[in-house]
């Protein structure tokens, strides 16, 4: 039976405060597709914009992932338009295009911007495994060669790693095949692909036309508790509001998912303490909201499996020993409940054996916190094999 199905997603961020100006610029952003269909579908974004979003004119255009061969550009319109007007607050899937796609098609999302454009939110990558983005001087369907158009731009516009998605969140494929969309929740460590990533590419070689994925994690989110208001630029609210509370409109307002993995509360048990945002959490809050997400999933079909917290931080920190208290109290508490269909232990897996409260050496980024492509494959293979009950 043919359905919608989503071939990418991800959660904008709102950073509250200008991080860069378009104009006549064109963002082209990559997305690796594992879906067979005849039509696609574009989700334009600007929900958190200062004023209307206007979008000169969009494309989809496929690239082979083993030949390199491209298709023509196909503009996407709205209303069978092909100027594109998002205004403040809205978002909404562009028209019907059809364009064959199968599964070892990339697909480049092309929006170009001619008028000036504050550009106040985007979705975000660190590690470009699964998607990739650029900036380029110009209007795409010129004759003008790619270029960088970094002399226009703040340094958060940097190349293609940092990837930026600006203007849409959504992408979907018209599909006759029995796929499972697979949904992950979480902080950085799930947002910035430091797993997803070698998971999502894992699965989509395995499974080749039958596996979608899209990540709503948020660096810096938490589960229970909005974005706490630190001092600086946005005042934090680039790290969202509380999980509980932007799990079904993040993950839930388009599609499905057949499996969830959930990964969240390393942020709950320190930024409180950092902030001086009294009370301090306890583990058992913290775990309830999780439980309420599960609950939230588990009502829409899905299984869900859940992460416990792998060590934070570096020695020294005078907010350390409560936090990592709070971190152990609510590990103990993901491993002994039984509401998720399962568990990852991601603490076990990562942890130092001599020194439980810190990472592995060489599991990081030096940072104490998050994983590297070297720890990112190990918790990509134990999820795998959880859900699938095979090795990698």
Not at 190 to 198: K, N, V
Not at 211 to 237: D, K, M, T
């Amino acid at each position: 039976m043919s359905k919608w199905t989503l071939t990418w997603g991800f959660t904008p961020i709102d950073f509250n405060t200008n991080k860069g100006m378009l104009e006549d610029h064109t963002v082209q952003t990559v997305i690796q597709n594992n879906l067979n269909g005849d039509k696609v579908k574009v989700k334009f974004f600007n929900v958190y914009g200062p004023e209307d979003l206007v979008i000169e004119h969009a494309a989809v255009q496929t690239v082979n992932q083993e030949t390199g061969k491209k298709s023509d550009y196909m503009l996407l319109k709205k209303d069978g338009k092909e100027k594109i007007t998002v205004p403040v607050g809205e978002q909404f899937y562009s028209d019907e295009l059809e364009i064959p796609v199968k599964y070892s098609d990339n697909l480049v999302i092309s929006l170009y911007f001619k008028e000036k454009t504050d550009v106040r939110t985007f979705g975000l990558s660190n590690l470009g495994l699964t998607w990739l983005s650029y900036i380029r001087g110009g209007d795409f369907l010129s004759e003008e060669p790619l270029r960088m158009a970094f002399g226009a731009m703040k340094p958060d516009f940097g190349p293609a790693i940092n990837a930026k998605a600006i203007g849409f969140s959504n992408v979907a494929v018209h599909t006759d095949d029995q796929v499972k969309l697979l949904g992950f929740f979480g902080d950085s460590i799930t947002h910035m692909g430091y797993y997803t990533g070698p998971l999502v590419k894992m699965l989509y070689e395995k499974y080749p036309g039958k596996i979608s994925a899209v990540n709503a994690g948020i660096s810096g989110n938490r589960i229970q508790r909005s974005y706490p208001n630190f001092p600086g630029e946005g005042g934090g609210h680039q790290f969202g509001i509380a999980g509980k509370d932007r799990f079904l409109g993040d993950l839930y307002l388009d599609a499905a998912p057949d499996i969830v993995y959930l990964m969240q509360g390393v942020n709950d048990t320190s930024h409180s303490i950092l902030g001086r945002e009294y009370p301090i959490p306890t583990a058992e809050e913290i775990y309830e909201a999780l439980r309420e997400v599960i609950q939230m999933a588990h009502d829409r079909g899905s299984k869900v499996y859940i992460g416990t917290i792998s060590p934070f931080g570096v020695k020294g920190e005078p907010w350390r020993p409560q936090a990592e208290e709070i971190r152990l109290a609510l590990n103990e508490l993901i491993r002994n409940a039984k509401d998720a269909d399962d568990m990852i232990d991601i603490d076990e897996l990562l942890r130092d054996p001599d020194d439980p409260h810190s990472m592995q050496e060489g599991t990081n980024f030096g940072d104490g916190v998050h994983p590297n492509i070297f720890a990112g494959t190990r918790m990509a293979k134990a999820i795998y094999n959880k859900w699938f009950g095979e090795s990698l």
